[in-house]
């Protein structure tokens, strides 16, 4: 089978899926690739939003000191204690989407290679991932699915090219 095909189908459906959720009024919350899984035909299935829209998370910073690695000296301590979390809306469903899509891409978790406490505050500063060094190994549709990628990303969707 064409891995290209099986990639897009992925995207596709998961969109499919997510676009549904949306339209039913359900923001799921909490996609990740954890949450997809597939069926006995292939197709990808939407788990674990039932109970998403009524979670509510934080997390608290408890030390600068886990701050290690490439964002060390980074950022000025009160700014990080400034950081807001985002309000689970049909917005970061797309941006979490835009993650998934990554992940399929690169064939591994964005940030792999940093700490939770490193991912949270790279996020909240507006870091997001380089392309996938594999990019070009998908042919055509890396290209495309690495700017569905980067539109799903952007801060003002309003601003989003067509």
């Known amino acids: 089978m064409n891995p290209q095909v099986e990639l897009f189908s992925m995207v596709k459906g998961i969109a499919d899926g997510l676009s549904y959720l949306h339209e039913m009024g359900v923001i799921h919350a909490d996609l990740k690739s954890d949450n997809v899984l597939i069926s006995p035909s292939g197709a990808p299935l939407l788990t674990d939003f039932g109970i998403s829209r009524t979670l509510i998370v934080t997390h608290t910073i408890t030390t600068l000191g886990e701050l290690t690695g490439s964002l060390q000296n980074t950022f000025d301590a009160t700014t990080i204690t400034e950081i807001q979390p985002a309000i689970p809306s049909k ?10 899509v990554y992940e399929l891409l690169a064939k591994e978790y964005p940030f792999s290679r940093q700490s939770s406490v490193q991912v949270i505050i790279a996020i909240a500063f507006g870091h997001l991932p380089r392309p996938p060094s594999n990019l070009r190994s998908h042919g055509n549709i890396g290209n495309s699915l690495w700017d569905l990628c980067t539109q799903c990303w ?9």
């Open 91 to 100: 917005e970061t469903d797309v941006w979490a989407f835009g993650m998934v």
């Open 154 to 162: 952007n801060r003002d969707p309003l601003h989003v090219r067509s």
